[in-house]
């Protein structure tokens, strides 16, 4: 399964889907592709660099986290923001959180929201689930433009020697406030790797949905390019 949140924009407000009915809110709209001839390739892919050291969290409540290391996350991500801590919330769009759960695998990247002076918390675009590890990132535009390269590789390598015939194309909104108006690279360099053949469409969404890589488990994942390439074949 593959495909991406509902957004609009940089509102962050309610939003909704629909397939040929009137838009609704929390639904899920969803189609099913099948056939003998069928090709699929799929990959998620951030860009983000990593900094400090990796933290326990110690005390979270669904996506709302309150420690790490047993000390306040508020506090320490305002350490390592320095100056930037200034401009907290909007800031946090530079810097999300890696998260890693205790049995290794690759770390799923997360978006701030939100912060509270009072209760010294951070809310996030998805689960920060007690007992994971997480790691402070920096923004860096060369390797977020990599990023959706590299999701383009991997998504074509997956339909093997065909090329793709339609690449749906989920970016979060979080990166298109970052690049501004470098995110035409982003299209660009997915549109180098696949070629003129496909068409492209997608969307900028408020999460993510699909594994990293063809095999992997199925995530949740912020600040990503989600690629998903189909191609159909006669195989008469």
């Not at 509270?116 to 951070?122: A, F, N, P, T």
């Not at 675009?125 to 990599?146: H, Q």
């Not at 390598?157 to 793709?164: K, L, N, W």
């Not at 406030?177 to 408020?206: H, N």
């Amino acid at each position: 399964m593959t495909g991406g949140l509902a957004g609009n924009g940089e509102a962050f407000r309610d939003t909704c889907a629909f397939i040929g009915t009137p838009g609704e809110e929390e639904t899920v709209a969803a189609v099913g592709l099948y056939g003998s001839g069928l090709r699929v390739g799929y990959a998620s892919l951030g860009g983000w660099d990593p900094f400090g050291p990796e933290r326990l969290i110690t005390r979270s409540d669904g996506n709302v986290l309150f420690e790490l290391d047993g000390r306040s996350a508020l506090g320490l991500y305002k350490r390592y923001l320095g100056e930037y801590a200034s401009d907290l919330p909007a800031s946090a769009l530079l810097f999300p959180l890696s998260l890693r759960t205790p049995d290794g695998g690759t770390g799923i990247v997360r978006t701030i929201l939100a912060v509270d002076e009072d209760g010294q918390s951070m809310t996030f675009a998805g689960d920060v689930p007690e007992g994971s590890y997480a790691r402070f990132m920096k923004a860096n535009f060369e390797r977020l433009i990599d990023g959706a390269t590299d999701a383009a590789r991997t998504s074509a390598s997956a339909i093997g020697t065909e090329s793709a015939d339609v690449a749906l194309l989920i970016s979060c909104v979080g990166r298109r406030m970052v690049l501004k108006q470098r995110i035409e690279e982003e299209v660009e360099s997915v549109r180098e790797v696949l070629g003129s053949r496909p068409a492209l469409t997608g969307f900028y969404s408020y999460g993510e949905i699909s594994p990293f890589t063809p095999n992997a488990r199925c995530e949740l994942h912020n600040q990503t390019m989600t690629i998903t390439t189909l191609a159909e074949r006669d195989d008469a």
